[in-house]
């Protein structure tokens, strides 16, 4: 009897090992579970906050680009104003220039109350005119002694060269010998660049280097400074196109203009 009882306490005991034994597996099983849990969540939340990073870096960057851009469409919005501006200004000058040139022409078309006549024969002139270093060319009922500006002038300059003076004293003659009484005009002209200072604009240039011309015919040449008058074009007036550097000197140019109105005395 008193085997029997011990069998069934050492049964008892030895399955009570077993079921901790099973217990014990589980709560590992189940922690290394937890684990797996725990690392996969910190392995996302470490992407996450990267991913994070990366957006605003890339936030930053754009709101950089954006105020790049805005810097930039205001200094557009800036010069079109001044672009404005000067193109305003601008054509008041060539307004105010066509006012004067016109009141001048007039006036110095009435000479003592008598009109000027003009003269047909003009033209027929224009084969015996011949002056190295110029071109002369009809235009309507005008002649036309074009002389480069660059065979003239200091680059952007009033100032002439000093090889200039032997081609205004050839044009001095021709205009003395050949259109003795016929009215002058003296027109500077220049390319489609921006003016270098002193000059604020391409028509001061050309308005000054035309007076230097006329200076110079004036005093050296003997023509009347009665019979000439200056105008200054700009670059309004080019007869070629700008396009390229060898157009841009062609027109950069002063003109000898003769009218076919005798001017009078």
Known sequence: MFRFVAAILLFAFAAGCTGDAALRQQALTAQQQQQAQIA????????????????????????????????????????????????????????????????????????????????????????????????????????????????????????????????LDQVANTVRQQFPRNLIGVEGHTDNQPASPPFASQHQLSASMAQATFDQLSARGQIPANRMFVVGHGGNHPVVSNATPAGQARNRRIDIVIYPDDAGS
């Open 40 to 167: 996969e969540f910190q392995r996302r939340a470490s992407g996450l906050d990267a991913n994070n990073q990366d957006l605003h870096a890339q936030i930053a960057q754009s709101q950089q680009q954006a105020k790049i851009l805005q810097d930039e469409v205001g200094l557009l919005k800036k010069q079109l104003r001044d672009a404005g501006e000067q193109l305003s200004l601008a054509q008041q000058q060539i307004a105010a220039t066509k006012q004067e040139n016109t009141t001048l022409l007039a006036s110095t078309r009435q000479r003592g109350g008598a009109m000027i006549t003009p003269n047909n024969s003009l033209q027929q002139s224009v084969s015996q005119i011949q002056i190295p270093g110029a071109q002369v060319r009809v235009d309507g009922d005008l002649i036309r002694i074009e002389i480069p500006a660059d065979q003239m002038f200091m680059t952007g300059t009033n100032q002439l060269h000093q090889n200039a003076y032997a081609t």
